[in-house]
């Protein structure tokens, strides 16, 4: 297996009461899953997606692409949550966060995931006398943010091409049949792309979703869903042992440190590449498990830049709190420590060591150092910075996400709570049909 699990670190946190009777659990979380007994059970297309995909609109992802790549300089992705966390991820994973500096193709940036005006104007400003396309997604097609965004781009764009030509220069990602904005691109002859019915945003990285912008940046898309396809294979089985199937005993470690009151989890990189994979982990586990008052927090960090500053806390503060780090076990850089004739910062014993081997013993460092202060650490090693580990590391966390969500007792598939804000927001701004609403928040916020 590409990925392993090492748990000498976590284990032995966890008493014989809590393994077993997690593992109960997680036995029955796991036959919810696979024979689609569980709630939410419509939505496990991704679970065979590296195989049951559309071979015909995968053509047309890499046909698309391809005209992007020719004919644009700027290529904006408007989307929210799990419509642009995918793809972003996996850009700064394989290519760089510094992407837009060293691109050998368009500029990719993302907007639509704020409702920030200066960052719109930013991003207008960067696009004048520039070559632009956009690739609007949205499933529902009503979110307010990416919706907010479309209009914006879209009149840019409308600007600079006339309304002919502007539909060479927008993709459109949605709902296969319905909604508004799936009857708009017909309407004006926009390509569109499918968001399959039964894989949720979230869930979404290998549809159409994280492919088209993926392919824009020159990301290698066969092997990242082959990569997938490898950890589907090696993923099912039902034996839970971190040999065998490390997605369900990553989901049963974590759950059993939930049960002992250790309910913050921090996914931990030592790679900045690997800052927007955390910022995906975290929605793909807060929107799944963060329902009926329970669910693990999910937080992160990048070391080690930050163990200068949640360092301390990770240290010495609350101990609720517990690691997974995503370790890649190889590096594409041999950059060595320069030696220093003066020695004034007194370094020179690290003159000639590489930089990969430095961070690497920054991470064992750290990991004995938390042990010792009471953080249970599991380390999950990843082959390389290739297509095919980050398909595999996607899959793997997907299948854990959802287990563990299952033995957690919530629908890990839906997201109710994120209506909260929306209704309240739509009332305060005036929507029709939200008059009650928005007399009873406006007479508490006016409350002296
Ligand atoms: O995971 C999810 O389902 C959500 O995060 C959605 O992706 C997000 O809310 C955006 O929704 P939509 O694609 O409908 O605009």
Redesign the pocket.
């Known amino acids: 297996m590409i990925l392993s699990l090492d748990d000498r670190f976590a284990k032995p946190f966890i008493n014989d009461y809590f393994y077993d009777t997690t593992t109960v659990d997680l036995r029955k979380a796991i036959r919810m899953l696979r024979t689609g007994t569980g709630a939410g059970y419509t939505m496990r297309g991704w679970l065979t997606l590296p195989e049951d995909y559309d071979r015909e609109e995968y053509a047309r992802i890499k046909a698309a692409a391809a005209k992007i790549r020719k004919n644009c300089d700027v290529f904006i992705v408007i989307?929210?949550?799990?419509?642009y966390l995918g793809s972003r991820a996996v850009t700064e994973f394989i290519k760089s966060p510094r992407y837009n500096l060293v691109a050998d193709g368009p500029q990719v940036f993302f907007s639509g995931c704020n409702i920030s005006g200066s960052d719109m104007e930013q991003l207008a400003r960067i696009c004048k006398d520039r070559e632009v396309s956009i690739n609007v997604?949205?499933?529902?097609?009503?979110?307010t943010e990416?919706a907010v965004a479309f209009r914006f781009f879209r009149n840019l764009l409308l600007e600079k091409y006339g309304s002919k030509a502007i539909k060479d220069h927008i993709f459109v990602t949605t709902d296969r049949y319905k909604g508004t904005l799936k009857n708009f691109s017909t309407e004006e002859g926009y390509e569109t792309f499918v968001?399959p019915d039964d894989v949720?945003?979230?869930f979404?990285v290998l549809t159409a979703v994280g492919l088209l912008p993926l392919a824009v940046a020159g990301v290698d898309t066969d092997a990242l869903p082959a990569g997938a396809g490898q950890a589907m294979t090696d993923l099912d089985t039902d034996i839970m042992s971190p040999e065998s199937n490390p997605a369900y005993y990553y989901a049963l470690i974590r759950n059993a440190l939930y049960r002992i009151g250790k309910s913050t989890e921090i996914l931990v990189g030592y790679e900045p590449y690997l800052f927007m994979f955390n910022e995906w982990w975290k929605?793909l586990f807060g929107?799944s498990e963060g329902k009926g008052g329970s669910g693990l927090y999910p937080a992160s960090v990048i070391n080690s830049t930050d163990l200068h500053s949640l360092g301390q806390y990770i240290q010495a503060g609350k101990r609720m709190i517990f690691e997974t780090i995503v370790n890649i076990n190889s590096s594409d850089s041999d950059l060595e420590v320069p030696y220093d004739e003066a020695n004034i910062d007194g370094l020179n014993f690290l003159a000639g060591k590489k930089l990969f081997d430095l961070n690497a013993t920054a991470m064992k460092a750290t990991v004995l150092a938390h042990y010792d202060g009471g953080v249970p650490n599991v380390i999950l090693n990843l082959k390389d910075r290739t297509e095919y580990s980050v398909g595999y590391l996607i899959y793997f966390f997907e299948l854990a996400c959802a287990v563990s969500g299952y033995t957690l007792g919530v629908n890990p598939f839906d997201?109710p709570g994120?209506e909260a804000y929306k209704k309240n927001m739509f009332a305060l701004l005036g929507k029709p049909g939200y008059e009650e609403t928005a007399e009873a928040l406006n007479e508490r916020l006016n409350k002296q």
């Open positions: 989307g929210i949550g799990g419509s997604i949205s499933k529902s097609g009503t979110t990416p968001v949720g945003g979230r979404s929605q929107e997201q994120v």
